[in-house]
Nanobody, 120 residues
Framework: EVQLVESGGGLVQPGDSLRLSCGASGFTFGSYQMNWIRQAQGKGPEWVSRIDTGGGNTDYAESAKGRFIISRDNAKNTLYLEMNRLKPDDTAVYYC?????????????WGQGAQVTVAS
């Protein structure tokens, strides 16, 4: 069974930093591109960032460029999102989402999410 467990969210002030983690199990983590998406209350999902299987190629939404850093540790089956200079507009539930790559049917799965609230 595919499982993704996000952690590291919380309530922070504008300008603060947070690091989200996503622990993965039940699939060949290192074979899949991985993503972070977020959903603010009352809005649709927004893609935030992606990372390739080896971690060498990354991509970011304009809203995240220069502030967020995606990374992964395939030995630990864990995806990370370091978020810096947080803004109130970053308030959302953040999900890790499995992209393409592997062949064990995990593409499209996501976790339960981690709430990030940025407020003064």
């Amino acid at each position: 069974e595919v499982q993704l467990v996000e952690s590291g969210g919380g309530l922070v002030q504008p300008g603060d930093s947070l690091r989200l983690s996503c622990g993965a199990s039940g699939f060949t983590f290192g074979s899949y591109q991985m993503n972070w998406i977020r959903q603010a209350q009352g809005k649709g999902p927004e893609w935030v960032s992606r990372i390739d299987t080896g971690g060498g190629n990354t991509d970011y939404a304009e809203s995240a460029k220069g502030r967020f850093i995606i990374s992964r540790d395939n030995a630990k089956n864990t995806l990370y999102l370091e978020m810096n200079r947080l803004k109130p507009d970053d308030t959302a539930v953040y999900y890790c989402w499995i992209g393409g790559g592997g062949n064990d049917g995990a593409t499209g799965c996501w976790g339960q999410g981690a709430q990030v609230t940025v407020a003064s």
